[in-house]
């Protein structure tokens, strides 16, 4: 069954885009990630073009960040006077990401930079996670809560072992100087504005770097790393998706609440699965996904097309 | 003198067409009569299209007597766009070092449908001043900063047709035109779902004896309807209205997920 997708102006099948969503939803669930890494290559090889896929994802990450958000708040998992941080320079990265998706698209080079940015992130990404989590096996031990979301996030089961709520964070310790709180501010900013812009420029949430730089860069504590960078990626991603709208015309409604109906789906049955599987498997299992993802867009990069014609068509004038 | 009488030639084919709104007919076509029509002069997009396809269809009626061989080649040609056609390294297949080639105002979706191989009707140059040879079509187009290499323009120009090709969107069938009896034909043309929107025009032109004798044109209209018009215009118009709207909508989705699962509740 195809249904007609009015911005991207392709047909695409529903069943398929479905599964798509329920399957960013499911990693969403298992790992407690936004899934924008996944959702975004998922749609491109589906026949979506990389502009309306990247910014359509946004959509969708922010609405599973959103329901992540809330319970985090009302968990008590938020630290504000840090979100609030980052939410104004996750906001200011996503604004300069979609202007430079744009420059870049303009200029023909969009798929090429997004082709290498998901080669290089997801494929750091990836192998540390399955390097820390085969160490982690062999050590024979389960690690704590804050250790145990050392490469990406939280799995549902740690998290509920965290604390409920870490407040340290909003009350400013008073043995940090003037010039370190700056400092802090500043690296706090730096990285979620890079976060944002990355973000923006390749549709993901970004919740897969901020949590581990916040957690192994930034000293914060686990519960709270989590619990903020949700708020952070619901602003982030908000904006990004109504810029990428007014300056590409390229969010398609229609693809994002099919990608969004089947996030839902796919994320209960993520939190239901992710419950009875050790922590260390789940990031081994989410590390070999990015490693395989990485790979494709390697593998893409790296081999001369089949036909004999050594060039590619990469841009085309905006509708 | 010489110059009035030419100048009189051409009035005279020219006039005709200036009246009947119709091409004009060379010199050599006394009686040659090409007629054309469309299956669908429109394709409307609906929430369920998964493309179309027209049929281009006609007579073409030669003067008593005339014994040459007739030719018939239709092409069907999309509203325009420009393209940029990057080379890709051989070594590392990351980046040329040359610059893009850059068509612009050339045919977003293509196709051509003939009696005979293309080569053998007419002559290059006429099939180029037609439009019916992409090569030409594409060469002609061809815009840039610098002006680029033969062998890379022959690269890019490949690479065009074979990346639309891919997509359904160029073709070139040297028997798609059925000759359904002596006068009667008809063309096929099938037109994706990522075929852009817009006016399609559709060209017949008749050949005899590798001479061009009648050509005749149509006119398709490719356009959204209903929900997806609305929703495209919304986004067109309203850009940043649209974009609220859509991300209101996402964040209100995700929070109805999270009551409806029950996890609005402390833990």
């Known amino acids: ?319 | 003198m010489r110059t009035g009488r030419l100048l009189l030639a051409a009035l005279s084919v020219a006039l005709p067409a200036a009246i009947t709104g119709t091409p004009a007919q060379t010199a050599s076509a006394a009686g040659a009569d090409l007629t054309l029509a469309v299956s669908a002069p429109v394709i409307r997009i609906t929430s369920n299209y998964t493309g179309g396809s027209v049929t281009a269809f006609g007579t073409l009626r030669l003067p008593a007597g005339e014994s040459c061989r007739s030719d018939i080649v239709v092409t069907l040609r999309g509203p325009d766009e420009s393209a940029v056609v990057r080379a890709r390294a051989s070594a590392l297949a990351l980046e040329g070092g040359e610059a893009p080639v850059r068509f612009v105002h050339v045919a977003s979706f293509f196709k051509v449908a003939a009696t005979a191989p293309l080569a053998t009707i007419g002559t290059a140059e006429t099939r180029a001043e037609l439009g019916i040879d992409v090569d030409a079509s594409l060469r002609r187009a061809e815009q840039g900063p610098t002006r680029a290499g033969a062998e890379q323009l022959r690269a890019a120009v490949a690479a065009w047709t074979h990346m639309k090709a891919r997509d359904g969107l160029f073709a070139i069938a040297e028997d798609g035109v059925d000759r359904l009896d002596a006068v009667l034909f008809a063309a096929t043309f099938a037109i994706p779902s990522a075929a852009r929107v817009g006016p399609y025009e559709v060209d017949a032109f008749a050949f005899c004896g590798g001479a061009l004798v009648a050509q005749r044109a149509a006119l398709i209209q490719v356009y959204k309807t209903g929900f997806s018009q609305s929703l495209f215009e919304a986004a067109q118009r309203w850009p940043l209205l649209y974009g609220a709207a859509v991300t209101i909508t996402a964040l209100g989705c995700g929070l109805l997920a999270n009551a409806a699962f029950g996890r609005l509740k402390p833990k």
Request: with cysteine.
């Open chain 1, 1 to 319: 069954m195809d249904i007609y997708l009015p911005i991207a102006e392709v047909s695409a099948n529903v069943l398929a885009l479905l599964a798509i969503g329920a399957t960013v939803g499911l990693v969403a669930g298992l790992f407690g990630v936004g899934g924008g890494f996944l959702s975004t290559p998922l749609l491109i090889l589906l026949g979506i073009p990389p502009t309306v896929a990247i910014a359509t994802a946004s959509a969708q990450i922010a609405a599973s960040s959103a329901s992540g958000a809330v319970s985090h708040a009302l968990r008590g998992s938020v630290a504000w006077s840090l979100a609030a941080t980052l939410v104004t320079a996750g906001m200011a990265g996503s604004a300069v990401g979609v202007v430079t998706l744009r420059v870049l698209d303009r200029n023909g080079h969009a798929e090429l930079i997004i082709a290498l940015c998901y080669l290089v992130l997801l494929g750091a990404i990836g192998a540390t996670m399955c390097v820390e989590s085969i160490r982690t096996a062999l050590r024979g031990h389960v690690r704590r809560t804050a250790h145990a979301t050392a490469t990406s996030t939280p799995t549902p089961a740690s998290a509920a072992a965290a604390p409920a709520a870490d407040h340290r964070l909003d009350r400013a310790p008073g043995s940090l100087g003037r010039m370190e709180k700056l400092a802090r501010f500043a690296a706090f900013a730096a990285a979620s504005a890079g976060v944002g812009f990355l973000g923006a420029l390749l549709g993901i949430g970004g919740g897969i770097l901020i949590v581990p730089i916040l957690i192994y860069v930034m000293r914060v504590p686990t519960g709270a790393a989590v619990g903020t960078s949700s708020v952070m990626l619901v602003a982030s991603m908000s904006v990004s998706t109504t810029l990428h709208a007014a300056t590409g015309r390229t969010v398609d409604a229609v693809l994002a609440i099919i990608l969004i109906v089947g996030g839902v789906l796919g994320t209960q049955f993520g939190l239901l699965v992710g419950s009875s599987l050790r922590p260390e498997r789940l990031r081994l299992l989410l590390g070999l996904l990015i490693l395989a993802i990485s790979s494709h867009f390697g593998v893409d990069l790296m081999t001369v097309p089949a036909d004999a014609d050594l060039v590619r068509v990469v841009a085309e004038q905006p509708r």
